[in-house]
């Protein structure tokens, strides 16, 4: 904010800086992302985090992973049911 650049980030899109600071609170910055092409400097952004915050990032990063990972399971299952239904002649 102090660079004056306008709120929201065009980058945002739908909340994604959410998710995008996450990342950078929970991960190493090196892990993070690419030194020569980054959205926000990880070094800035740790500077303010106490260990709740990576906490919460954590669980964060983690709930969402679970939820993706819930969702694509139960579709394979649904999937795989209906499509031996479909093979095997039942209704």
């Known amino acids: 904010m102090a660079e004056g650049k306008p709120r929201p980030c065009p980058w945002d899109g739908v ?3 959410l998710v995008w600071y996450a990342y950078a609170v ?3 910055e090196f892990f993070f992302n690419d ?3 980054r959205q926000l400097m990880t070094s800035d952004v ?3 985090t ?3 915050d990576r906490l919460r990032a954590w669980a964060f990063m983690i709930a ?3 939820f993706v990972l819930l969702v694509f399971t139960a579709v394979i299952l649904i999937l795989g049911d209906s499509l031996s239904r479909v093979l095997s002649g039942s209704p």
């Open 26 to 28: 929970a991960l190493p």
């Open 50 to 52: 106490t260990s709740a």
């Open 15 to 17: 909340g994604g800086r």
């Open 35 to 37: 030194m020569n092409n």
């Open 46 to 48: 740790k500077k303010y």
């Open 64 to 66: 969402g992973h679970g």
